[in-house]
């Protein structure tokens, strides 16, 4: 059964890069078609993409975030990464990991159980 | 203010049915793009739902179904349970904004 699981602090300090880590279990990264999403959370509200990493290494992030995101792989722990960079109050979230389908519209399922990332000093 | 509008809230007696509404626009559903569903139960992950507008992953009752029609599409649930009560969220494309993007979500309240 394929299982993701977010780690990192939970606390960051403004100005300061947030950085997290999605473990995948049950599948492996780099033989899977899928690619590997950032999605977030902000308290009592909706759910943003951040960006995603293909199996073979290839990235995409969302135009909103470009600037400040990285998105990156390690398959020798079949795990994957995101970096965000100058984080202000406004990143404070529940940040989740998920395997995307290609569709026409990409769906995202399994997600992580999610890790609340708090940005304050 | 989310590109995809839901209502903030529905409500329905338990055996009911109920619809939720996910309105988009040229750019995102009225583009020919799909409509995924997925269900957040408090305090948990979202659990897809529905993919490609009216496809159920295995495991998802037979009461949950989607449509979509033009730039809108909607979530129904048949025979409702009180284990329904939950955030749903409708997520598509959009090539103006070149993401994949959520709808705020509703909460359905089972009365």
């Known amino acids: 059964q394929l299982r993701l699981q977010e780690s990192g602090p939970g606390l960051v300090k403004p100005s300061e890069t947030l950085s997290l880590t999605c473990t995948v279990s049950g599948a492996s990264i780099s033989s899977s078609s899928y690619y590997w999403d950032w999605i977030r959370q902000p308290p009592g509200k909706g759910l943003e993409c951040i960006g995603a990493i293909y199996s073979g290494g290839s990235t995409y992030y969302n135009p909103s975030l470009k600037s400040r995101v990285t998105i990156f792989v390690d398959t020798s722990k079949n795990q994957f990464s995101l970096k965000l960079s100058s984080v202000t109050a406004a990143d404070t979230a529940v940040y989740y990991c998920?395997?995307?389908?290609?569709?026409?519209?990409?769906?995202?399922?399994?997600w992580g159980q999610g890790i609340l990332v708090t940005v304050s000093s | 203010q989310s590109v995809l509008t839901q209502p903030p809230s529905v409500s329905g007696a338990p055996g009911q049915r109920v619809t939720i509404s996910c309105t988009g626009s040229s750019s995102n559903i009225g583009a020919g793009y799909d409509v995924n569903w997925y269900q957040q139960l408090p305090g948990t992950a979202p659990k897809l739902l529905i993919y490609?507008?009216?496809n159920r992953p295995s495991g998802v009752p037979d009461r949950f179904s989607g449509s979509k029609s033009g730039t809108s599409a909607s979530l129904a649930i048949t025979g409702l349970q009180a284990e329904d009560e939950a955030d749903y969220y409708c997520?598509?494309?959009?090539?103006?904004?070149?993401?994949?993007?959520f709808g705020g979500g509703t909460k359905l309240t089972v009365l």
């Open positions: 490609a507008n009216n």
């Open positions: 998920a395997r995307a389908a290609t569709g026409r519209t990409d769906w995202f399922d399994p």
């Open positions: 997520q598509s494309y959009d090539n103006t904004l070149s993401t994949s993007v």
